[in-house]
């Protein structure tokens, strides 16, 4: 258990919050996927083992990390939130579960192996690429204003003067 919880710290420096619930998250998806097509005992006992491990473990680790990191003055609140939220999606999972009640099991794993492998890890994707974005922004917005124009006409090949010669023009 602490081998396991030394390595996702590990992961969480090296790699970052963001890639990390990336990589978590795809690989339980995975796991849930696979766990559909498990034959004989062992081979489902890994992959239950691996579900606790990525899903309870790992998912829980980088969530509180997340939390501590993120709301460093508002810790108490924001711890508050977070395991109020995190009752409801308990809760959430359970009605879910109830509303496939008509599934045989495997399909119910593989559905939710889809959501959390399609939905979720490429939702967290999408924040990693937006983050990436914000800083772009925040890195052009410190060039010169002179060099931001510059740098807007380039990338607009010139879009700019061509509507002002549009303008000028009988």
């Known amino acids: 258990e602490d081998d396991l919880r030394d390595l996702q710290v590990e992961m969480i420096d090296r790699f ?4 990390s619930l990336t ?6 998806g995975a796991v849930v996927i696979t766990m559909t097509s498990a034959r004989g005992l062992l081979q489902f006992a890994i992959l239950i083992t691996l579900t606790r491990g990525l899903g309870q473990s790992a998912l829980s ?5 997340m939390i501590g990191k993120w709301f460093r003055e508002r810790l108490p609140m924001a711890t508050g939130v977070y395991s109020a939220l995190v009752s409801i999606g308990f809760i959430a999972a359970f009605l879910w579960g109830r509303t496939q009640s ?3 099991w495997r399909t119910q794993w593989r ?3 889809e959501v959390l492998l399609i939905g979720l890890a490429l939702l967290a994707l999408l924040a990693m690429l937006a983050l990436a974005a914000a800083l772009l922004v925040l890195l052009l917005l410190r060039l010169p204003a002179a060099l931001l124009v510059l740098l807007l006409v380039l990338v607009g090949h010139g879009g700019v003067l061509q509507c002002s010669r549009r303008g000028a023009a009988p």
């Open 16 to 19: 970052g919050l963001r890639a």
């Open 23 to 28: 990589l978590v998250v795809a690989l339980l």
């Open 61 to 65: 680790v980088i969530s509180i990390s």
């Open 102 to 104: 008509d599934l045989e």
């Open 111 to 113: 559905l939710l192996g």
